[in-house]
């Protein structure tokens, strides 16, 4: 499994690193009215090939426009989609949100109490990322949120992680954190 770890549990403003502790996303959004027109932005770690140049650069994902009356939007690779059209809810209290990833194949994300797993949408119900979230170390050992991801996915990582971002900011949101 890979597993990426979060700076912190507030999935709209934190770093993931993965195992060797190497940034490869980070998310901003400014601070404004709990989310309602707040854009979150998505980055992405560039390869920089410039030995003298140790600074981390980095790209645009993508973005998400978060909306609370309306359907939020994705904005990523110079297109713009509502999330009700991309990521739409499915079962008993919308639940659950699906998509196609870019392997053409279906795939859902289960927002259940306290955490988020995404698995394949077929016969298979193959369970393909699950969140992990930080523990404070009063029981047990302390340990950061991780993103455990399959490997089998490891070519949709953008779009994992960008579905991820979304889906745990509505769990949150149910659950009232």
Sequence with gaps: MILLSLSNEHVRNTVITNEQSQIIYKTETPFGLAGVGSTTTIHKIKPNDD??????????????????????????????????????????????????????????????????????????????????????????????????VSPEVAHMMDTIIMTFIYVETLRKDQDGE
């Design 51 to 148: 030995q003298y140049d140790m600074q981390d650069q980095f790209d645009v994902l993508g973005e998400i426009e978060w909306h609370k009356f309306s359907s939020s939007k994705f904005r990523y690779g110079g297109t713009e989609v509502e999330t009700k059209e991309f990521i739409p809810k499915r079962g008993l209290w919308g639940q659950e949100r699906v998509f196609i990833g870019p392997d053409s194949r279906p795939y859902r994300w289960d927002l259940k109490s306290r955490v988020v797993v995404l698995s394949r949408d077929d016969a298979s119900r193959t369970e393909v990322a699950r969140f992990h979230r930080a523990t404070s170390g009063i029981v047990g050992r302390k340990r950061k949120a991780k993103l455990e």
